[in-house]
């Protein structure tokens, strides 16, 4: 398993796998191992992934400083895993929680980007609203597993609200699982269930534990990112919704939204095919343009 020290000697782990050009990978949950994501539905077929596994999880050090697992310190892991890598400019794809963090790092370091994927991703380092939440939630009132999953998605936000520890919250977060996925079956349940082993309390907390960013000079920032963007949102996902993952495009200068059908907040297992395609044309086309100014 390869590991490299990072800006504070931490030994950051990362999975190699695929073949192709190399796209660095950063997971969500917060600090979920990047186990969880797999070949991203195959996209290993034509890139080589490089899957960095955050500070205190999946194969990576517990910090001398658990300050650091704060969203915006990670920034400066992932420079030290760019640096590691010998690469002057990278392609990055993010997923959920970990595109707060991409968000930063394209802020912080915009040359260091070729493109920029975000699968899902978090919003509250640029301050979008989430909206339509509650809408899609209702949307899925048809499906079996509603009434129960529904109730625990109350009682995790209600929870989360007022501060409760993972012991509380971690039960009620697994109950609302099946929001997450875009068919609840069987692939789906293991993929969830495998979720508490592969997200250590302590980092997970620890990412947005004191996070308070400066969401006008990140948008200010980020509008003058030349990298290409791409935003791959789910149709089904309640957060971010299609809606909120647009109004998170529109802050870049060159990026578009995709929205995949009939997927939730995993859309390369809810329709792998479709996932690597929208994928791969965006990181093999052309790069556009932008206007020079009149």
Known sequence: MPRFPSYDSTALAYHVLGSG????????????????????????RDRTLLKLDS???GESAVPEDPASYRCERLVDDVEAFRVHLGLDRMDLLAHSAAGNLAELYAARHPHRLSRLVLVTPGLRSVGVETVGFAEAVTARSAQWWYPEAKAAMDAWQEAADRGAGPDEVNPLRSGAAPFAYGRWDERARAHAEAEPEERPDAPSAGFYDGFAPDTAAIRAALAGLDA????VAGE?????????ARALAALFPNAETVVQDG???FPW???PARFVKTVLTFLTDEPRTLA???
């Open 269 to 271: 297992l809810d329709d």
């Open 292 to 294: 020079a100014p009149h």
């Open 236 to 244: 089904l996902d309640p957060a971010p919704t299609p809606e909120a």
């Open 21 to 44: 050009p190399p796209i660095v990978c950063l997971p969500g949950g917060a600090a979920r191992a990047s186990s969880y994501l797999g070949d991203l539905g195959g996209l290993s």
């Open 55 to 57: 500070r205190g999880s």
């Open 263 to 265: 997927a939730s907040h």
């Open 228 to 231: 290409p963007v791409l935003v």
